[in-house]
RNA sequence: CGGGACGUAGCGCAGUCCGGUAGCGCACCUGAAUGGGGUUCAGGGGGUCGCGGGUUCGAAUCCCGCCGUCCCGACCA
């Protein structure tokens, strides 16, 4: 309070540090509904590079978007008796319309399979029509009790792919695929590391068969489910009798995936690579990559160095060099009355990677000023030939803020740990991922999840499993079915 | 739903015990100077004191009722 431009620092209390950050860069604000929260244009700007990248990603594997409705009769929901039970409790009911009761409730969906695949058992009638490979952009609402900004609120957005397919192979073929896309976007875009790998029975996905997930390590060292694959068999296929008729002409029912990832992404990039300054976003998310500072004295001098200030994002947008649709994202930041300190820690508050200053002795020796907000790295770049720089730095700090978060998740991972004791000690303190061996006794996790709120995040794939797998169960010394990743979650 | 706290300007708070007609910081507006890491001075705008009732000459303050929010005990992208 002693100065409140400040912000809390992440080691006081990282939960106020990321409202903090979230509030103040403007990422989203707090709607008068509790629980639910307005993504204001900072925030949406993320979100909407978000978007077009795995939008990309979707379609360059033959994924086209439709749009399924808001509304689901109440009665979808119980056709499949795990989806119902895993749902029910967090729906929103519509019981009224046009000033009548409804003859039948209508629930605001928190997941579209049951009228997607309502559809599809309309649209398919031969294997000729499989596979439906549909994504959606949509909004869902699961009503939580607990909420935090983009974490966990009423409503989010997300996208939610489903398709169908003729085998179980191909559906799991697919559920793999889907992983992939995901862990690239969030190690190549968001800069974020992620294990890969099944989860348990206890966090399955309702109605699936099996769910994949890509688990991300935030900087307290709790994990995030930051994204999650489903091959859902042929469950939803036969609660909703999507059947068809295969080559040798028996019926068959159709297999599914479903997968998805959402706003809360979006945390998890502030609670991954933010630190006391604020936000930090890497370049290929951040809708403005590179913010231009005038700096003058005089009127004479304003009037000279903003138009410099003019000429260099000119050249820099104007630069193809990364393609035509790929130019640099340039603001310049012309405020009077605002001084240029002032406007460096609002820019970094807001994340922006890199920072351009221009002022008389910038000009007088051909150069430009930048600063990098990930290092906070200051140097001088030659005026000749600044875009290309510019994006030689950009390139640089994408690939560093992986390396950085790659580095710090390693340094909070413990293979080694030799008795439940000494897992519950970490977990009491710090906390960690820790890998370890499990029976594969859903009664044991539970019990864990009691006694210490950690939990199996992930049974991890082959890539990230320790050398020397575990032969016994760290809890309770019977042989190890799996080596799996413990951790306290989001 | 059970236990604790709070509701006063956009935000954060003081004032409430002991009634006297609303204040502080930040933010905002205007002007001048300032301008390479959070600028200063001067002037200014903004409040049904959560809502309703009562006591009183007079209520943010006392009394009653209601509403709402936050924190702790069953779920989760």
């Not at 319309?97 to 039948?104: A, M, Q, S």
């Not at 957005?157 to 976007?185: N, V």
């Amino acid at each position: 309070m002693a100065d409140d431009k400040k912000l809390t620092t992440r080691a006081e209390d990282f939960s106020a540090w990321y409202n903090e950050v979230v509030l103040r860069a403007e990422l989203a604000d707090y709607s008068p509904v509790k629980g639910s929260m307005v993504i204001r244009p900072n925030g949406y700007g993320i979100w909407e590079r978000m978007q077009r990248a795995l939008d990309d990603m979707f379609k360059a594997t033959g994924h086209q978007n439709a749009y399924f409705p808001l509304f689901i009769p109440e009665s979808f929901l119980h056709k499949e008796a795990q989806h119902v039970e895993g749902f029910a409790p967090e729906c929103a009911v519509v019981t009224h319309g046009g000033g009548k009761e409804l003859e039948e409730p209508l629930i605001v969906r928190p997941t579209s399979e049951t009228i997607i695949y309502h559809m599809y058992a309309k649209w398919v009638q031969s294997y000729r029509d499989l596979p439906i490979l549909i994504n959606q952009w949509a909004n869902v609402v699961r009503w939580e009790m607990l909420t935090r900004l983009f974490l966990r609120t009423l409503e989010f957005l997300w996208q939610e792919g489903h398709t169908a397919h003729a085998t179980h192979d191909e559906a799991e073929e697919e559920a793999l695929r889907i992983l992939g896309i995901y862990r690239d976007f969030a190690e190549q875009w968001m800069a974020m590391p992620v294990i890969t790998g099944l989860k348990t029975e206890s966090e399955r996905f309702a109605g699936a068969l099996r769910t994949y997930c890509i688990e991300a390590m935030m900087q307290d060292r709790k994990a995030l489910q930051a994204g999650t694959s489903h091959n859902l068999g042929q469950n939803f296929a036969k609660a909703f009798d999507l059947q068809f008729q295969t080559e040798s002409g028996e019926m068959a029912h159709a297999w599914n995936t479903s997968w998805g990832v959402s706003t809360r992404l979006v945390g998890g990039l502030v609670m991954t690579h933010g630190d006391d300054n604020g936000l930090r976003v890497p370049p290929r998310l951040a809708p403005i990559e590179v913010v231009i500072v005038p700096i003058w004295k005089s009127d004479d001098e304003r009037g000279r160095l903003s138009e410099a200030a003019e000429q260099l994002r000119r050249e820099l947008t104007e630069w193809t060099g990364r393609g035509n649709s790929d130019r640099l994202r340039v603001h310049v930041d012309a405020r009077e009355g605002v001084k240029p300190g002032a406007k460096y820690y609002e820019w970094e508050l807001r994340g922006v990677p890199l920072r351009l200053e221009l002022g008389p002795r910038d000009i007088e020796k051909q150069s430009v000023f930048s600063a990098r907000r990930d290092t906070r790295a200051k140097a001088a770049i030659a005026r000749a030939g600044v875009a290309e720089s510019v994006a030689r730095i950009l390139d640089a700090i994408q690939a560093d803020m992986l390396t950085e978060a790659k580095a710090r998740r390693e340094a909070a991972t413990i293979r080694s740990v030799s008795s439940y004791d000494e897992f519950r000690d970490i977990m009491a303190g710090d906390g960690a991922f820790v890998y370890a061996g499990w029976n594969g006794d859903p009664e044991v996790e539970a019990r864990v999840k009691e006694e210490t709120k950690a939990t199996i995040r992930v049974i991890p794939d082959a890539e990230f499993r320790s050398t020397v797998p575990p032969a016994k169960c760290l809890i309770t010394g019977q042989p190890a079915r799996h080596e799996v990743v413990w951790a306290k979650a989001y």
